[in-house]
């Protein structure tokens, strides 16, 4: 039983960092009502950002956060306005093979760009362990989980105090009502939209100094995040934060007694386990599953 | 989406098919490049597979991203069974086919239960876990490594040395899926799957048992899709799960069938030809040392086509042509 504070911190960590991910997820799935497959293609660009700052101008990821932030909301508007918004209105069959073909040509613009090797950004102090109740964590750790932590924090609470989080909620429980309500629907899909890609630059920033960069790194994040959103419920922020404890849990916990090699099966089952018994998942509400009827 | 299940009688409407499968046969005997022949039997290994997607996705509208499980389980099937147990592929072909039956199962449950984005995301769990087990299970398949097949080409061993006996068998598999196709167009099968691919609660009130149906159609396609994966094995003699049981090759499935159009016969011919030449052109031109700028390109025509012609090409360029006709008669 040694090894349990480890765990317990190791999983918290990566739960943290998972529930960012997610986040941004969620609110793109419960808002818009569309699987962004390209999610995962904004957090490696952020990757890419954090370490091409700290190469060329030794800017810091942490700082680099301050430049990460604009450029994500200029990109993500950008993808919204070309990309998204002309299939909001379309079958799923369109949706769905739309932000494929977006994250095909990410994935590969990055492969062009920066070629197929594996980066990675290390900070001369990111690898100082401190020894918090008898586990041991890297600085980096610790900074990406309480900027995740603050992060969602923040988001939680202009979720639920603000009118636009307010708006945002009603229209993912029901956009017909919300609009009735004199809710501008379509401002608060481009907020949603703006949101997710915010969270997504954020977290890839905080995930640079921990894990390699490459161009699919963020197809396996991705399938970790739908676990997470689906484990959570739709367009459900508590959902994802518990679901992406749940799933880094797995991770951490599986990995250590089943071996790391099958953790992965793991929560793919649990996945599909959730998905056909219970669809709208642990925390999400009955009948949100029933997508654009 | 509109029902393409009465599309028009009669030979004129295979005429196209018709053309394009004897230009296949045609190439193997009139050149000896290579280049062209091998070129000649990806197109129809895709559009046998494009079509066997068809009948799942297009005809019966359960949109699976995960196609490719049943891909790689034919193919492992069948060259596992080569190499441990010494048993002819054309069997292993069969055993692969009767596997991904029952594994189709797990699929067409989740189809009666779930709908749209939700059903997709589960296709793409199921085939990332066949994915993981064929990589961990090292003393079986020898995980990321892969397979080779030992080129030993005989009828029984099913390699060939000319690629005509390729094309041969590349061809029967894709005129037979596409017979199969303009069968269901015009059968009782395809009207119940139309009906209930545009409104499954209305079909189930029309005594209409969809949840059979979808059992059915995902069943043949997950078979349909295996022979192709064995087809692979042996014609390409090497397997490993990166590449078979591969989002991509999932998708690629899908995006052949949607390019062309849904619910047609022609449609995922039509898509896997022109698909497969492109990506010829485009890797010719610019793989190499500039490699992933065909695929952006790639993706980016797949944004533009699902947007502007979302019905595919079989259906959208005589849309199309009859507007830019109306347009200028005036």
Redesign the interface.
């Known amino acids: 039983m040694e090894a349990l504070p480890q765990l317990i911190a190791s999983a918290i960590i990566l739960g943290g960092i998972y529930a960012l991910v997610s986040i941004g997820l969620t609110l793109v799935f419960g808002v818009m009502r569309?699987?962004n497959f390209a999610h995962g293609e904004f957090l490696m660009l952020s990757m890419y950002l954090a370490i091409g700052l700290f190469a060329t101008a030794g800017i810091d990821p942490y700082v680099g956060l301050l430049v990460a932030v604009p450029a994500s909301l200029v990109f993500g508007s950008l993808i919204y306005y070309v990309?998204i918004r002309?299939?909001v209105a379309?079958?799923?069959?369109?949706?769905?093979?739309?932000t494929?073909?977006?994250?095909?040509?990410l994935?590969?613009?990055?492969?062009?760009l920066w070629t197929?090797n594996f980066r990675q950004l290390r900070l001369p102090y990111g690898g100082n362990v401190i020894t918090i109740a008898g586990a041991a964590v890297t600085v980096a750790q610790v900074i990406a989980f309480a900027t995740a932590a603050a992060f969602t924090a923040a988001l939680f609470a202009w979720l639920r105090f603000t009118y636009l989080g307010k708006a945002m909620r009603a229209t993912a429980q029901d956009r017909n009502a919300a609009t009735l309500m004199g809710i501008d629907t379509g401002r608060v899909l481009l907020v949603a939209f703006l949101v997710g890609t915010l969270c997504v630059a954020v977290a890839g920033m905080l995930m640079a100094p921990l894990f390699a960069t490459y161009?699919t790194v963020g197809?396996q994040f991705v399938?970790i995040a739908?676990?997470v959103v689906?484990l959570g419920g739709l367009g459900s922020v508590v959902g994802a934060l518990l679901g992406a404890m749940i799933v880094a849990f797995i991770d951490v916990v599986g990995g250590f007694y089943v071996g790391t090699?099958?953790k992965?099966?793991l929560y793919?089952?649990v996945?599909?386990a959730v998905?056909?018994a219970r669809?709208a998942g642990l925390f999400g509400q009955r009948g949100a599953?029933?997508?654009?009827t | 989406m509109t029902i393409h299940a009465s599309a028009g009688h009669g030979t004129r409407e295979h005429l196209p098919a018709a053309l394009l499968f004897a230009g296949a046969l045609a190439i193997p005997l009139a050149t000896d490049n290579l280049f062209l022949q091998d070129a000649v039997i990806f197109m129809l290994l895709w559009a046998g597979l494009a079509g066997a997607w068809n009948i799942a996705g297009g005809f019966a509208g359960q949109l699976s991203l995960g196609h490719a499980a049943f891909f790689g389980l034919g193919a492992y099937t069948s060259t596992l069974l080569k190499l441990h147990y010494g048993l002819s592929p054309w069997v292993g072909m069969l055993c692969g086919g009767a596997l991904v039956v029952v594994a189709s199962g797990f699929i067409a449950f989740a189809a009666t239960r779930l709908r749209g984005p939700y059903f997709a995301l589960v296709t793409i769990a199921f085939a990332t876990v066949m994915q993981i087990v064929a990589a961990r299970w090292y003393e079986f398949t020898r995980g990321n490594e892969g397979l080779s097949i030992p080129f030993d080409p005989t009828l029984a061993n099913f390699m060939f040395v000319d690629k005509l006996p390729w094309t041969v068998i590349a061809l029967s598999y894709v005129v037979a899926i596409y017979a199969l196709a303009s069968w269901i167009g015009r059968s009782r099968f395809g009207f119940q799957l139309a009906g209930m691919r545009e409104d499954d609660n209305a079909a189930q009130a029309l005594g209409i048992d969809t949840r059979w149906l979808k059992v059915v159609a995902i069943a043949l396609s997950a078979f349909l899709t295996a022979l192709g994966g064995t087809f692979y094995a042996q014609y390409v003699g090497f397997v490993d799960p990166g590449y078979v049981f591969s989002l991509d090759l999932s998708v690629k499935f899908a995006l052949m069938c949607i390019i062309g159009g849904m619910g047609t016969a022609l449609g995922p011919v039509l898509g896997a030809v022109l698909i497969t030449a492109l990506e010829m052109v485009l890797r010719a031109k610019w793989g190499g040392e500039r490699s992933g700028l065909y695929l952006i390109v790639y993706g980016v025509l797949l944004i533009v086509v699902v947007r502007v012609m979302p019905e595919g090409l079989v259906a959208g360029v005589p849309q199309a042509w009859k507007r830019w006709r109306a347009r200028h008669a005036a």
């Open positions: 569309i699987v990309v002309p299939v379309r079958s799923h069959a369109v949706q769905i093979f739309t494929l073909g977006l994250s095909i040509v994935q590969n613009a990055a492969l062009f197929g161009p197809l399938l739908f676990v689906v090699a099958w992965e099966v793919f089952v996945f599909m998905l056909l669809p599953e029933h997508l654009g």
